[in-house]
């Protein structure tokens, strides 16, 4: 029964949850930490700035295109067959548990990050996302 749990891993653990940690790590870096600041670290680092052409792709073609990925990976996801077996319902319920574990984890500490900061709801915006 190996190759079954490996096939049911390999769909729902690898793809959409690893696609959509990426996407908060673009998203993160970009918006969050900043381009700017990601430039003059990379300049630090290489000697030379960045151009427009990468700022532009890290903050806004790398988040959509990721974004467009991990939706049209959801939607277009069927059910899970290995060659000539079909998995039952409760196998593709299991996967989508699996990969919810680790996606559901980012909006959790989202949640429990702006709760336990102290302050105004502004002050608390701002500090969350420092």
């Known amino acids: 029964g190996g190759i079954y749990v490996l096939t049911l891993l390999d769909k729902y653990a690898a793809g959409t949850s690893i696609l959509f940690g990426v996407l908060i790590e673009a998203i ?46 959801t939607l277009t996801s069927g059910g899970l067959k290995y060659d000539d077996y079909t998995f039952p319902y409760w196998a593709n319920l299991l996967g989508w548990g699996v990969a919810m574990s680790s996606i559901l984890f980012v909006p959790f500490y989202a949640i429990y990050k702006f709760f336990s900061v102290p302050g105004t709801f502004k002050e608390v915006c701002m500090q969350a996302c420092l």
């Open 28 to 73: 993160g870096v970009s918006w969050f930490y900043g381009v700017d600041r990601f430039s003059e670290d990379i300049e630090r680092m290489m000697g030379f700035k960045p151009g427009l052409y990468w700022r532009l792709c890290w903050k806004f073609v790398s988040p959509a295109f990721l974004l467009f990925v991990v939706i049209a990976s």
